[in-house]
């Protein structure tokens, strides 16, 4: 089992910044990937970026350039650096973990007013 807590989401204005933390627990294994994925009213979840354990990166061509997505593997977190926020990143946003099975945190709202 693995337990994922995000944190810092909040309200913002367009073109703001903020800064989204991921903490896994419980049984992680060397190899797997984390990332962020988010969903807004009315509309499916979406992947906006993961990071491998070895440091690789991917990023959704919506947010590419504007977030920046890293991870410390000796405390297992991953960050997520949203800068030159837009409305229409306003979603909530879960933590994700692929090891041998798929976990999810329980979210956190980010809000960008315009």
């Known amino acids: 089992q693995v337990q994922l807590v995000e944190s810092g989401g909040g309200l913002v204005q367009a073109g703001g910044s903020l800064r989204l933390s991921c903490a896994a627990s419980?049984?992680?294994?060397?190899?797997?990937?984390m990332g962020w994925f988010r969903q807004a009213p009315g509309k499916q979840r979406e992947w906006v970026a993961t990071?491998?354990?070895?440091?690789?990166?991917n990023y959704a061509d919506s947010v590419k350039g504007r977030f920046t997505i890293s991870r410390d593997n000796t405390k297992n977190t991953v960050d997520l650096q949203m800068n030159s926020l837009k409305p229409e990143d306003t979603a909530v946003y879960y933590c994700h973990y692929t090891g041998v099975h798929d976990y999810w945190g329980q979210g956190t709202q980010v809000t960008v007013a315009s």
């Open positions: 419980g049984t992680i294994f060397m190899l797997n990937v």
């Open positions: 990071i491998t354990s070895g440091g690789g990166k």
